[in-house]
């Protein structure tokens, strides 16, 4: 327990850089999976073939061999050496990405075809339909598989140790070298882990809740 609470700060500033790291590869994440989404509902067949590539390739490898992919096989093809945190990025936001895309492909999917034929015979073009009608519906069907997406992305934030990115997990490793204790100190991280996950999962069922009571009052 002494090496726990003398490591404690530490891994909880680490703890800290986790939720910023999962937080940085979500938001490029989002976007990356809402073009996905959008390219494979264009009814475009090359970029419906390109994004559904994307999606089988990210879907079907392990994130490890995807982040050992961006951190030493794309320098060695593109000259280009991101370094390990902005590899890490990278390969959490495609990862992440192409969960994104499937959630609101689905979503997307999941509204109302008539919705969208009223609000055409009502005058409005293709893109006010899709930003007025249909948007608003699928994103809010599409938070709890976003808000999962990225509970996820927290934990997965453990692998990017393996390129030596402080994170988390990583923290703990350091210390474990000083101390030679690993059974408290992965024991505490698991813990944190497991804390964080909570506390996420409890205030996104509470934005569930806020939501589906503004369906119930506008109804």
Do not use: C, H
């Not at 109302?112 to 034929?117: D, F, I, L, S, V």
């Not at 453990?158 to 997990?169: D, G, K, P, Q």
């Amino acid at each position: 327990m002494d090496v726990v609470i003398a490591n404690l700060p530490a891994l909880l500033r680490a703890s800290l850089v986790t939720l910023g790291y999962a937080a940085g590869s979500m938001v490029p994440g989002f976007l990356i999976g809402l073009l996905t989404a959008l390219a494979r509902l264009s009814g475009v067949k090359l970029l419906g073939w390109i994004a559904g590539l994307y999606v089988s390739i990210i879907r079907g490898t392990p994130l490890l061999v995807q982040i050992y992919i961006v951190y030493y096989v794309l320098p060695d093809l593109t000259g280009i050496d991101l370094g390990p945190l902005a590899s890490g990025l990278l390969a959490l936001a495609l990862n992440v990405g192409a969960y994104v895309s499937e959630a609101l492909r689905g979503a997307f999917l999941s509204v109302p075809a008539g919705q969208r034929e009223a609000a055409l015979a009502l005058g409005l073009s293709g893109a006010q339909t899709f930003r007025e009608v249909v948007a608003p519906q699928a994103l809010r069907i599409a938070v709890p598989s976003l808000g999962n997406s990225f509970i996820s992305l927290v934990k997965d934030t453990s692998l990017v140790s393996i390129i030596t990115v402080v994170e988390l997990l990583q923290e703990a490793n350091l210390a474990i070298a000083r101390t030679f204790r690993p059974t408290p100190l992965y024991l505490a991280v698991a813990l944190i882990y497991w804390i964080i996950s909570s506390v996420l999962a409890y205030a996104l069922r509470g934005v569930e809740r806020r939501l589906s009571r503004g369906v119930t009052a506008r109804r």
